[in-house]
């Protein structure tokens, strides 16, 4: 079984930087699909972005297309997600996790189709 611990979150001014990571141990990410997630206050979980198991494929939400870029290590067992120009809209806690589905099913990025998810790191973007 995997275990996520993820990293990175902070305060930051709206247009400001951050590198999230998610680190995994238990078992090796390079079967799995990961997908970050985050959630607001009073709000559901949203799928953000996903990279497939060699990380050739990406995919993410169109609200952060073009300022979010995710990537893997599998070496390091870590996936990434760079957020740059961060706007308040983006401020929750995120989360990364594993899809075991099948491709069309973990594309969906849907919390459902998701498992083993870590504790999350908070990103709170605000002047």
């Known amino acids: 079984q995997v275990q996520f611990v993820e990293s990175g979150g902070g305060l930051v001014q709206p247009g400001g930087s951050l590198r999230l990571s998610c680190a995994a141990s238990g078992s090796s990410l390079n079967d799995y699909v990961i997908g970050w997630f985050r959630q607001a206050p009073g709000k559901e979980r949203e799928g953000v972005s996903l990279?497939?198991?060699?990380?050739?494929?990406?995919l993410y939400a169109d609200s952060v297309k073009g300022r979010f870029t995710i990537s893997r290590d599998n070496a390091k067992n870590t996936v990434y997600l760079q957020v740059n120009s961060l706007k308040p809209e983006d401020t929750g806690v995120y989360y990364c996790a594993a899809c075991r589905q099948s491709t069309v099913r973990c594309s969906r990025l849907s919390r459902f189709e998701y498992e083993y998810w870590g504790q999350g790191t908070q990103v709170t973007v605000s002047s």
């Open positions: 990279i497939n198991s060699r990380g050739g494929d990406k």
